[in-house]
């Protein structure tokens, strides 16, 4: 099963709907409209040539200068049995801050058991809602916490901090 | 005088290998010694660890228990996977807020005497890599108290081996916080 036939069976099931065919590092990709995950994921799972029945992962990631599409879901899925692996993309946009959640998407946990956790994790970091999931709260991070730590807004480290200059470690840095 | 001082002095009486002296007398000898001490005697060779190992550090806490460094040598061969048989809890690691809990928790759990060494810059500081972000304790001294740090990342098994000799020796001087709360020393 290559790659020409997964893209022209969604094609052909959801035409112009699934867009943004590509393969980075040899993987398939593309994307569909928020609204269509489910649909998208279950007719890959339940297409008898298609099979792919494992959700291996699932993330999102932040694009703030991605005006409209500023939060990105993937899906990894794989087909166990040709050993086939694809990568699905939903784009949304954020939420006001200050919204409880940043963006609304129906879960996948109908479908996928192993969705369950990590669109707890997902939620977690992301403050994605995942409509319809069972028990959706932090997994990870401690229940207090009261803000998605992986939205671009929030720092990897305090920027104000010196002593981790490069300069320190003999590669540059601005310490003159 | 410094507590590091009174630990690390070579001739200290404290270090002695038993503390008390032997009286010669026909057919054997007399010990003379103090009930304290032998007691510290027998506590700091009989130091049981609490297998705590959250991240990498854990790895060279692991080697030391077998043969190649052996911490059996100087009384800490029974790892104990249970706080409440354990007598030293070595923070091997990464302590995460989440994780932070359960590590009181833990060390509440052990019997007293105990005793927490701090491995690694993960457990003196938060870390060479994690001290900024949004989940790690910065240092396990935040959570419980600690009676021996050893720097590095990861520090190796001699490093460990000689943090548990150190903690032998405090106690073998009566400096843990217990004692001297207990037995408050005029330094
Ligand atoms: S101090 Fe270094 S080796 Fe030890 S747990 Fe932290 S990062 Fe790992």
């Not at chain 1, 112009?16 to 609204?35: D, H, I, N, Q, R």
């Not at chain 1, 932090?138 to 998605?148: F, G, K, L, T």
């Not at chain 2, 077998?66 to 029974?78: C, H, L």
């Not at chain 2, 005793?115 to 949004?134: D, E, L, Q």
């Amino acid at each position: 099963m290559d790659q020409d036939y997964i893209k022209q069976r969604l094609i052909e099931k959801f035409g112009e709907a699934v867009t943004g065919f590509e393969s980075p590092y040899g993987m398939l990709t593309f994307e569909a409209p928020k609204e269509m995950n489910l649909k998208v994921l279950q007719f890959l799972y339940d297409d008898e040539h298609l099979k792919f029945r494992f959700l291996t992962d699932l993330c999102a990631v932040h694009y703030p200068d991605n005006k409209g599409r500023e939060l990105a879901i993937v899906y990894l899925l794989h087909n166990l049995v040709d050993n086939v692996r694809i990568r699905f993309k939903v784009f949304s946009p954020i939420n006001e801050a200050g919204a409880p959640y940043t963006a609304d998407i129906y879960t996948a946990t109908k479908l996928f058991e192993a969705a369950n956790w990590l669109e707890r994790e997902t939620f977690d970091f992301f403050g994605i809602n995942f409509v319809g999931h069972p028990n959706l709260k932090r997994i990870m991070n401690v229940e207090e916490m009261d803000y998605y730590p992986m939205l671009k807004q929030y720092p990897l480290e305090d920027q104000s901090r010196v002593d981790k200059d490069d300069e320190m470690f003999g590669r540059g840095g601005s310490v003159i | 005088m410094d507590v590091k001082e009174i630990i690390s002095e070579p001739q200290s009486k404290q270090q002695e290998t038993f503390p008390g002296h032997v009286i010669p007398t026909q057919g054997g000898g007399i010990i003379t010694s103090t009930i304290q001490d032998v007691i510290n005697w027998a506590r700091s060779n009989s130091l049981w660890p609490l297998t705590f190992a959250t991240s990498c550090c854990g790895i060279e806490m692991m080697s030391v228990a077998p043969s190649k460094y052996d911490f059996s040598r100087f009384g800490f061969e029974v790892a104990r996977a249970s706080p409440r048989q354990a007598d030293v809890i070595i923070v091997a690691g990464t302590i995460v807020q989440k994780m932070a809990p359960v590590l009181k928790r833990l060390y509440d759990q052990m019997a007293d005497p105990k005793y927490v060494i701090a491995m690694g810059a993960c457990a003196i500081s938060g870390g060479p890599f994690f001290y900024n972000t949004y989940s790690v304790v910065k240092g396990a001294d935040h959570v419980i108290p600690v009676d021996v740090y050893i720097p590095g990342c990861p520090p190796r098994p001699e490093a460990l081996l000689h943090a548990l000799i150190t903690l032998q020796g405090k106690i073998k001087s009566g400096l843990t916080r217990e004692q001297i709360k207990a037995n408050p020393i005029q330094l």
